[in-house]
């Protein structure tokens, strides 16, 4: 039997489209999601507009927030 999946309290701060242009008049555009998560300081994930759903949100802030809790600081002496 699997364990329910964490669930993390998080707090969209903005959604902003982004137009970028990766070849000459091609333009792209994406979502930055910018968020906050208990515990965590703000951060953005990118999405393309065309690819943008509440789940796919959901989806990318959750794999995030789990990198980055996976990630291990490193402290020394200087």
């Known amino acids: 039997m699997s364990k329910p999946k964490?669930?993390?309290d998080v707090t969209v701060l903005s959604r902003t489209?982004?137009?970028t242009y990766p070849k000459l008049n091609v333009p792209v555009v994406?979502?930055?999601v910018t968020y906050v998560a208990a515990g965590l300081p703000p951060r953005s994930i990118?999405?393309?507009k065309r690819e943008?759903?509440?789940a796919k949100e959901k989806e990318l802030i959750r794999k995030d927030i789990?990198?980055?809790l996976?990630?291990?600081p490193e402290s020394f002496k200087v």
């Open 6 to 8: 964490q669930e993390y």
């Open 17 to 19: 489209d982004v137009t």
């Open 30 to 32: 994406s979502v930055i």
């Open 46 to 48: 990118s999405i393309l």
């Open 52 to 54: 943008h759903t509440s």
């Open 66 to 68: 789990e990198a980055r």
């Open 70 to 72: 996976a990630e291990r």
